[in-house]
């Protein structure tokens, strides 16, 4: 759509990985901007500093002759000599001595220098016009013999803004280029590592949470390397997690309190029903009696189901286990005129809570068993990794398939009245175990499948 404005993903590794970036940028900006201007607007004060300097150079390097008179300079000097002989219209050096007499002149000799700056003396930098070209002097004074020289060094702005424009600026931007493409890699490189490393703590923690759950409220996230600034963060997050431990558990035990205090009423009461003389209402009540006694008993085995301390695990034989629930529920199917068969694999071996684990299957046979039409046959197939059991009633519409392992929640077809928890209570065991329960569509019918995941709580080992 035109008008949904562009999500900007909320990492922090990103935002500091921009502030990088950033920080580069502007620091080879500002690099740029403090060259441009001292080598444009302020290119004199580089100029006269970097000729005061090479006057110096020269004075270290004037030599003598026996009466203290200069005659020339040392030997790195003359090995430049080519530059005063042939570029003498340009560059140009003299000694002078005390009264301003030169001594000592480079191949551009005196007609070089302004007549009217000569016989100046005094030291410092100062510029004259020589044929139209603007030309940069500086005067160094010197001791030697117990006397005071004067070396003069000039150059004029005609080379200086050949070399400037030809050599200077073409190499000062490769430079800055290079070191802006060198800042950005090597500053990118260090950023990436130092926040991969940085951040290894926070993703420990994301972990960690991932693994917190209902039935895994113990678990806390730790505290060991978190960065200081997301210790107090942690700190909390626990807390909210021991509070919300505390009120789970006080659910869960009242929960299986209420369910365990209502078994003895509804025994009483039931008795009390028994003595009566037979009749409609007896029947009527003994039924409603029977359906709160299941809904009590499925209540209190969902709130032990719920908690994984509960469980013993142990290697349990799976074919067996079935075996066993479809012996216990022989005489169930014989009356719904409904028949059970068993298949599969001879060994299958899980870890499991035998008990909750016959539970589970129970339920499950027991849910196929109601809902399968008489004459018909429900099928159990046991394999290594998967537990199916299928029936061939009218099935579940798709859009209820999702709903089925919700508590209290029933079938349209089945012919009992139960509470609608005894698919919840076999996806309590199942998520307890780490296995993973599902229902689909058959032709015709309904298809429970109970796979097995590999691991501590899977298949024996």
Excluded at 124 to 138: D, K, M, T, W
Excluded at 267 to 286: F, S
Excluded at 305 to 314: C, D, I, K, L
Excluded at 405 to 428: K, N, V, Y
Aim: with cysteine; charged share 20%.
């Amino acid at each position: 759509m035109p008008f949904v404005k562009p999500t900007v993903p909320n990492s922090l590794s990103l935002r500091v990985l921009l502030a990088y970036v950033v920080g580069v940028i502007l620091s080879v900006l500002l690099m740029i901007l403090v060259t441009l201007v001292l080598t444009t607007y302020r290119s004199d004060l580089l100029l006269k500093a970097d000729m005061a300097e090479y006057t110096r150079q020269l004075v270290g390097a004037v030599r003598f002759d026996g009466k203290g008179v200069p005659v020339g300079f040392a030997a790195s000097e003359e090995d430049d000599r080519w530059i005063y002989e042939s570029l003498k219209e340009e560059v140009a050096y003299r000694v002078l001595d005390e009264s301003g007499r030169p001594v000592l002149v480079s191949a551009a000799g005196e007609g070089f220098w302004s007549p009217a700056e000569s016989r100046q003396l005094v030291p410092g930098s100062f510029n004259f016009e020589r044929g139209g070209v603007r030309v940069h002097s500086v005067i160094e004074p010197f001791e030697h013999g117990g006397r005071t020289w004067y070396l003069q060094f000039a150059v004029s702005t005609r080379i200086l803004g050949f070399i400037y424009e030809e050599f200077t600026l073409p190499f000062m931007g490769a430079a800055v280029v290079i070191f802006s493409v060198l800042l950005l890699v090597v500053f990118g490189i260090c950023a990436y590592v130092t926040l991969g490393y940085t951040l290894k703590p926070l993703r420990k923690l994301s972990e960690s949470a991932t693994s917190i759950s209902p039935r895994a409220l113990h678990a806390r996230l730790r505290t060991e390397a978190v960065p200081s600034e997301i210790a107090p963060l942690v700190h909390s997050f626990n807390r909210a997690l021991d509070r919300l431990e505390h009120g789970y558990r006080v659910q869960q035990e009242f929960l299986a309190t209420a369910a365990h205090e209502l078994k003895t009423p509804l025994a009483l009461i039931r008795a009390q029903v028994e003595l009566r003389e037979e009749g409609e209402d007896r029947d009527a009540l003994l039924g409603d009696v029977e359906h709160m006694t299941r809904q009590v008993q499925q209540l209190l085995l969902l709130a032990e189901a719920s908690e994984v301390q509960n469980y013993g695990f142990a290697t349990t034989d799976v074919q067996e286990v079935a075996q066993d629930v479809v012996a216990y529920l022989q005489r169930m199917a014989e009356a719904a005129h409904v028949h059970v068969t068993l298949s599969g694999a001879s060994v299958a071996r899980w870890q499991a809570d035998r008990g909750a684990l016959f539970t589970l299957l129970k339920n499950l046979l027991e849910n196929a068993i109601e809902h399968a039409p008489r004459g018909t046959e429900v099928q159990v197939e046991v394999d290594a990794e998967t537990v199916t059991v299928r029936d061939s009633g009218p099935g579940v519409d798709p859009q209820h398939l999702s709903q089925m392992f919700s508590r209290f929640w029933r079938g349209a077809h089945r012919r009992d009245q139960g509470a609608g928890l005894g698919l919840a209570i076999c996806r309590e065991i199942a998520l307890a175990h780490g296995w993973v329960l599902s229902a689909h569509r058959a032709d015709p019918g309904l298809l429970l499948r109970l796979s097995v995941s590999m691991g501590p709580s899977g298949l024996a080992e």
